[in-house]
């Protein structure tokens, strides 16, 4: 089975704090996203990267910034959290070759930043 | 821009029921439309893919149905059970991005009630 795995459920922080949300997937795919989830908007998209060291921007970038070194791994970085990126953090993968096109999704990233 | 509208935020039914769920789209029509299935405080997982020369597609207890010239996808869950409690997000491609990076809708939380 394809596994996505964000390495924190639960984070913390405070106001100012340099947050890394790291994740990882093991099917080989090229194309990863962030996605953020917040109550009524749905999921939203932040960044995504269809290679290594390749990166676009999504729906609402403002505040993030990400990094894909190797390809299994793609990271979201929030340089200096704010209260307003308390949010459910989703990571997902692709494989673009595959006729379904389904993304296989983390199980998220729940941050409170105070 | 491309918008994709889950009109009902919630939807109760009593178990054994079919429940219907709606999914609406501005603009062009997308090349395919997903079903996902969302538990609380977990990542989204894909259940359906119907493509826009498709008029319905089954899996179970599930039926997707497309309609090009409504713009609307319409998900049933016949003989509905408690365990089918769950949020339903609707999802398309972004043909904008030209990547496989997908739209989705706010999503419809459902109860089932024995």
């Known amino acids: 089975d394809v596994k996505v795995t964000q390495s924190s459920r639960y984070l913390v922080k405070r106001t100012g704090e340099k947050v890394f949300l790291e994740c990882v997937q093991d099917?080989?795919?090229?194309?990863m996203f962030w996605y953020r989830q917040d109550p009524g908007l749905g999921l939203r998209l932040i960044y995504f990267?269809?290679?290594?060291?390749?990166?676009e921007k999504g729906d609402i970038p403002e505040g993030y910034s990400v990094s894909r070194e190797k390809k299994e791994r793609f990271s979201l970085i929030l340089e200096s959290a704010s209260t307003n990126q308390t949010s459910m953090y989703l990571c997902?993968?692709?494989?673009?070759?595959?006729?379904?096109?389904?993304?296989?999704f983390g199980e998220g990233s729940r941050l409170t930043v105070l | 821009s491309q918008k994709i509208e889950q009109n009902s935020e919630a939807l109760n039914i009593q178990e054994g029921k079919t429940a219907t769920l709606t999914c609406n789209y501005t603009?062009?029509?997308?090349?395919?439309l997903q079903w996902y299935r969302q538990d609380p405080g977990r990542g989204p997982v894909f259940l359906l893919l119907?493509?826009?020369?498709?008029k319905e597609k089954r899996k179970e207890r599930l039926k997707v149905t497309f309609d090009t010239t409504l713009k609307q996808s319409l998900f049933h869950i016949t003989a509905s059970q408690p365990a089918d409690s769950a949020t339903y997000l609707c999802?398309?491609?972004?043909?904008?991005?030209?990547?496989?990076?997908?739209?989705f809708g706010s999503g419809t939380r459902l109860q089932v009630q024995p």
């Open positions: 603009n062009y029509s997308p090349a395919y």
């Open positions: 997902a993968s692709i494989d673009p070759g595959k006729n379904t096109g389904e993304l296989f």
């Open positions: 099917m080989d795919h090229e194309n």
């Open positions: 990267s269809y290679d290594v060291k390749m990166k």
């Open positions: 119907i493509r826009e020369n498709e």
């Open positions: 999802a398309q491609i972004r043909v904008d991005t030209g990547r496989r990076a997908l739209t």
